[in-house]
């Protein structure tokens, strides 16, 4: 725990003008950005006695370890720049909303010859109109599906509507007469675009002209006594009333307005949000958020806002904005949503009529939000407390592994030799923080280990030892060494080089590759797996991480030097959630390694011919059909090849004829020898293959 007088700037050292100002842990990690209308005044108030703070702001100022300020012109740039940096910085902190999914929007891609209505999340593009944010995608497509009966527009991906214009035959919903089918020309483009229209129009609220032409309609047809024209109609009025339910008109004059409600305890607080446009409420979102700081509903309210907006731009940004508390200052705010829109953004208390109706739906939404989160929530946190407790004290350490990192090695008969890290804090899997291994293999270690099927062991000492040694790199750059340390003091001859300090990510506050230790390594094994990883922290002089391994076979747990296991119950949360670590480290490594083992298939001579890219070679391939047609093919043939010049030709023909054909591969249940004439890139499995069972591979930061 730090003191805050022993960072605390000089009095003449702030500025009295607008800025933003970040705290720095010991490791130089941001973890807190705010912004002040006066640093001075602002900064001032973080350096008070200690027993007159807010605990959650004492909390954040006994763990930073210095402060440092931005000065910008005006508030306006203050609040933007405090977005951004929070965006960048990700500070533990700081007011960060869990839900910052990209919501749904129904989407009319009218910059097409022939427009599509489908679901569109993430940016917005140009060419497309966008009619939402929707909760939940099902309530997107349970509208379009009412919609579709009396505006036939396109749904089908372009892959589809290719084929279908191929073949001649619509898909189904062409035939059930809810698809106009422009792709087997029953359209023509301009009439799609005209229907496509009519969708776009009726969605933005202009409905009761359409639905009177709609009547006007069905009585002519009942007058002409063409019952069945005119039953349909009646349907198709029908359809389009109940689609209209579902958005009932709540403001009127056609209002654009997003409410904004919070509701909070002294913990925890819940956003909701609802975006009406055209008078109807289009979608509804919320966030739940820790109160990690001392924090005003006003605050509360101007995080919101910055989160909401702070991608948007033009109409995104609605004209009106409600909500239940005003930032202080409101006219920054005001100033930086006008700029975001383009133009006049009004951002203030409803007081009374439909408006003010409104907003309690709006809060009593959030009061349940709140409270349905709170449930699960109290449920989630004491299984995850319990587990650390009886991890802590299964395991005798000295405190609670806030930190746990878990390291299991995959192989495929001893080829792609992979390790992966997983990073669990808190008792969650915190997956920015994962890391992939390509296990190089050292000279010289024959002396270190004995016997074959040590392969696994000394893989284990590799990536234990390469992880620690940037741990180290990073403390020795950062000059936290005390007093008599030396930097990979015991470290083994021949070990592996790392790189030299200045190649790691620089100082800026972003979280660096092993930067932070963890107060407990898991090792997916048994005894030798933990010896392996105990011996190569032993050397680096690091005695301070405890280490454990969780063998699979009878999910015991391993500690160095033991002769027998520490056995869990089984119905143990500590033994959960050490299985969950280590079962997450096993999907991480598999993945990986199966993607290096495709990669390994896949390669082909072509690979080393300059200049050619994926594009090219795909093209020769389907050209020729196989890479061995491809290998007797004349210079001349080659040429006749799309993007294939004489000087290419000759490249790739060079290359071929220097490259080996590859040993033909056998089918082993069969015994028959496979033809290399399959489809290209086609990869053929074999007995006794791992099968990954796990998600696709979601870490990021592969250590090269």
């Not at 133009?343 to 009061?367: C, F, Y």
């Not at 997956?431 to 002396?447: C, L, M, P, V």
């Amino acid at each position: 725990m730090a003191d805050p007088s022993s960072y605390r700037p000089k009095p003449g050292e702030i500025p009295d003008s607008p800025g933003v100002y970040r705290f720095r842990d010991e490791h130089r990690r941001v973890i807190y950005v705010g912004k002040a209308k006066s640093l001075r005044q602002r900064l001032a108030n973080y350096f008070q006695d200690l027993a007159g703070l807010h605990p959650r702001t004492r909390s954040m100022v006994t763990t930073a370890a210095s402060v440092e300020w931005t000065v910008v012109s005006t508030e306006v740039e203050a609040l933007q720049l405090e977005y951004s940096w929070i965006k960048e910085y990700d500070p533990r902190f700081n007011v960060k909303y869990r839900d910052d999914k990209s919501y749904p929007y129904l989407a009319v891609t009218m910059g097409e010859e022939y427009p599509r209505v489908q679901v569109m999340r993430g940016h917005k593009k140009k060419g497309v109109r966008y009619f939402g944010p929707y909760a939940h995608a099902w309530a997107i497509r349970d509208t379009v599906d009412l919609m579709l009966r009396v505006f036939p527009v396109r749904t089908c991906s372009a892959g589809v509507f290719k084929n279908a214009a191929r073949t001649g035959r619509p898909c189904l919903l062409g035939y059930i007469d809810k698809c106009s089918a422009p792709c087997v020309d029953r359209v023509s483009a301009e009439d799609h675009r005209e229907l496509a229209e009519e969708f776009c129009d009726f969605m933005a609220g202009r409905t009761g002209t359409y639905l009177r032409r709609l009547e006007t309609r069905m009585t002519e047809a009942a007058e002409e006594m063409e019952y069945e024209r005119a039953a349909r109609l009646r349907d198709d009025i029908g359809a389009l009333k109940k689609a209209m339910e579902k958005n009932a008109v709540v403001l009127a004059d056609a209002t654009d307005a997003d409410l904004i409600a919070v509701a909070e305890d002294e913990l925890e607080a819940a956003v909701q949000i609802f975006h009406v446009r055209g008078g109807r409420v289009r979608g509804q979102r919320g966030w739940v958020t820790d109160k990690v700081e001392e924090i005003t509903t006003g605050a509360l309210v101007e995080h919101a806002l910055q989160q909401l907006y702070g991608e948007e731009t033009g109409d995104a940004v609605p004209r009106e904005v409600l909500v239940p508390a005003l930032p202080d200052p409101v006219e920054p705010v005001q100033q930086w949503l006008t700029g975001r829109r383009g133009s006049g953004v009004s951002l203030r208390i409803p007081q009374r009529g439909d408006k003010r109706a409104l907003m309690e739906t709006v809060e009593r939404n959030a009061q349940q939000a709140l409270v349905l989160h709170k449930t699960k929530r109290a449920s989630d946190l004491t299984t995850r407390s319990r587990a650390l407790e009886e991890i802590t004290d299964a395991l005798d350490l000295d405190s609670a592994p806030l930190r746990i990192e878990c390291y299991d090695i995959s192989h495929l008969q001893g080829d792609d030799v992979v390790a992966s890290m997983v990073v669990f804090e808190d008792g969650l899997a915190r997956k920015s923080e994962y890391r992939r291994f390509q296990i190089k293999g050292r000279a010289g270690d024959t002396q270190l280990w004995h016997g074959t099927g040590q392969d696994d062991v000394r893989s284990m000492h590799e990536v234990i030892t390469r992880r620690f040694r940037r741990y180290l790199a990073e403390k020795e750059r950062t000059g936290e060494w005390t007093d008599g340390e030396e930097p990979g003091a015991g470290t083994p001859a021949g070990g592996l080089a790392e790189p030299p300090a200045h190649t790691l990510t620089e100082d800026d506050g972003r979280p660096r590759r092993f930067a932070y230790p963890p107060q407990l390594v898991v090792v997916d094994g048994g005894a030798p797996q933990v010896a392996a990883a105990r011996r190569a922290l032993d050397e680096l002089g690091i005695d301070d991480i405890a280490v454990c391994g969780l063998a699979k076979r009878l999910e015991e747990v391993w500690l160095p030097g033991d002769d027998d296991p520490v056995v869990l119950p089984r119905t143990s949360e500590g033994l959960y959630l050490l299985q969950r670590v280590r079962d997450e480290a096993h999907r991480f490594a598999i993945t990986y390694q199966r993607t290096k083992r495709t990669k390994r298939f896949r390669s082909s001579p072509l690979d080393d011919v300059p200049g050619l890219g994926e594009t090219r070679k795909q093209a020769l391939l389907k050209h020729f059909g196989s890479l061995k047609k491809l290998r007797s093919a004349t210079i001349d043939q080659i040429c006749e090849v799309p993007g294939i010049g004489r000087k290419t030709a000759e490249t790739i023909a060079g290359a071929l004829t220097r490259a080996e054909p590859a040993a033909p591969a056998v089918n082993t249940a069969t015994g028959e020898i496979m033809d290399d004439t399959e489809e290209p890139g086609q990869a053929t499995g074999s007995p006794g293959e791992p099968v990954s069972t796990g998600a696709p591979d979601e870490g990021r930061g592969q250590e090269r």
